[in-house]
């Protein structure tokens, strides 16, 4: 079994954990900017216990594990609003002011937010991501089309050695060296999506981290220059199981399902330039397929749709 509980506030210390941990296998402990994120590995024996161990807890964070587990379960659906305090106060047997409390933790996480005069929604998907045969844009690009702000924080970049996955992807030899980047990527600051993407080196001589972090748009970037011009010649979609270190950036329970992307782009000549993965938040981001014309972008829309190339 593994559980998951959030750990917020002044419960957030070496302490708060260590008393668990004289209990329990400690499996990891994720720092987040709204606390702590505690994950235990149980055996099956010891789930009754830990139930105890979590009902030592406030109230209003028992209330909030709940009320994710719900989220998480697809109990609400995406956009309708959230049920009001005196409803789920009845609901769990609490004070309004507990479950005031426990909502606002969740509102300040970016799970729920709330609308002035209107009530505490579940946001609608940030990010619908439709597949075209026709054209490519970039995240940052469709995402200010939108009337919303890109966000990409630079997690990961290094200059290695193509392994046989990757080599075959981008049809080069196996040990050909290429650039590896990871970002995390945002919509109005809550994260959507972790991105993974490789290169063949020779393609981007020069290119460096820094040339990543003060680029938005890395396909602008390209473009401009290495005069570099792709379309998409394969896409996939499959579900991927979190791991914890995934989840946390998305701010999942770790083996939550998410939307695995998987896609090849090639130059206008045919030449494999780009071997794009990205884990996308299930809640956040949503896919769909279109075979007609490429479609336009409106300077206003939501949820924002971002038009990617490829054949299914």
Same mark, same amino acid.
């Given at each position: 079994?593994?559980?998951? !509980?959030?750990?917020?506030?002044?419960? #957030?210390?070496?302490?708060?954990?260590?008393?668990?941990?004289?209990?329990?296998?400690?499996?990891?402990?994720?720092?987040?900017?709204?606390?702590?994120?505690?994950?235990?590995?149980?055996?099956?024996?010891?789930? #009754?216990?830990?139930?105890?161990?979590?009902?030592?807890?406030?109230?209003?964070?028992?209330?909030?594990?709940?009320?994710?587990?719900?989220?998480?379960?697809?109990?609400?659906?995406?956009?309708?609003?959230?049920?009001?305090?005196?409803?789920?106060?009845?609901?769990?047997?609490?004070?309004?002011?507990?479950? %005031?409390?426990?909502?606002?933790?969740?509102?300040?996480?970016?799970?729920?937010?709330? %609308?002035?005069?209107?009530? &505490?929604?579940?946001?609608?998907?940030? !990010?619908?991501?439709?597949?075209?045969?026709?054209?490519?844009?970039?995240?940052?690009?469709?995402?200010?089309?939108?009337?919303?702000?890109?966000?990409?924080?630079?997690?990961?970049?290094?200059?290695?050695?193509?392994?046989?996955?990757?080599?075959?992807?981008?049809?080069?030899?196996?040990?050909?060296?290429?650039?590896?980047?990871?970002?995390?990527?945002?919509?109005?600051?809550?994260?959507?999506?972790?991105?993974?993407?490789?290169?063949?080196?020779?393609?981007?001589?020069?290119?460096?981290?820094?040339?990543?972090?003060?680029?938005?748009?890395?396909?602008?970037?390209?473009?401009?220059?290495?005069?570099?011009?792709?379309?998409?010649?394969?896409?996939?979609?499959?579900?991927?199981?979190? &791991? #914890?270190?995934?989840?946390?950036?998305?701010?999942?329970?770790?083996?939550?399902?998410?939307?695995? !992307?998987?896609?090849?782009?090639?130059?206008?000549?045919?030449?494999?330039?780009?071997?794009?993965?990205?884990?996308?938040?299930?809640?956040?981001?949503?896919?769909?397929?279109?075979?007609?014309?490429?479609?336009?972008?409106?300077?206003?829309? #939501?949820?924002?749709?971002?038009?990617?190339?490829?054949?299914?």
């Amino acid at each position: 079994m593994i559980a998951n !509980f959030p750990i917020l506030g002044e419960l #957030a210390s070496e302490q708060a954990w260590q008393n668990v941990n004289r209990s329990f296998k400690w499996y990891t402990v994720a720092g987040r900017a709204c606390g702590w994120l505690v994950t235990f590995k149980l055996e099956a024996d010891q789930s #009754a216990e830990m139930d105890d161990v979590l009902n030592k807890y406030p109230i209003y964070i028992q209330l909030q594990k709940k009320l994710l587990d719900a989220i998480h379960g697809r109990e609400f659906e995406q956009g309708s609003r959230f049920p009001s305090e005196r409803e789920l106060s009845e609901k769990f047997g609490t004070s309004r002011v507990t479950m %005031r409390k426990a909502i606002d933790r969740l509102v300040q996480m970016g799970v729920l937010e709330r %609308r002035p005069r209107s009530g &505490t929604y579940l946001p609608e998907r940030l !990010f619908d991501r439709p597949i075209s045969e026709h054209a490519s844009y970039s995240v940052s690009d469709v995402v200010e089309k939108a009337g919303h702000v890109p966000g990409s924080k630079l997690l990961y970049f290094e200059r290695k050695l193509a392994g046989k996955i990757s080599a075959a992807k981008l049809e080069i030899d196996v040990e050909t060296p290429i650039i590896s980047i990871q970002r995390l990527r945002s919509v109005d600051g809550i994260p959507v999506c972790v991105e993974f993407i490789e290169i063949p080196a020779h393609l981007v001589p020069g290119l460096s981290a820094s040339d990543v972090l003060e680029n938005k748009s890395l396909y602008a970037y390209f473009r401009n220059v290495y005069h570099l011009s792709f379309r998409n010649k394969t896409s996939t979609i499959s579900v991927h199981w979190a &791991t #914890a270190t995934e989840a946390e950036f998305l701010n999942l329970p770790a083996g939550s399902p998410v939307l695995k !992307f998987e896609s090849v782009n090639v130059s206008n000549d045919g030449i494999p330039f780009e071997f794009l993965r990205s884990l996308n938040h299930p809640d956040h981001v949503s896919f769909s397929l279109n075979h007609g014309k490429q479609l336009e972008l409106a300077s206003t829309s #939501a949820p924002i749709s971002m038009m990617m190339t490829g054949t299914m």
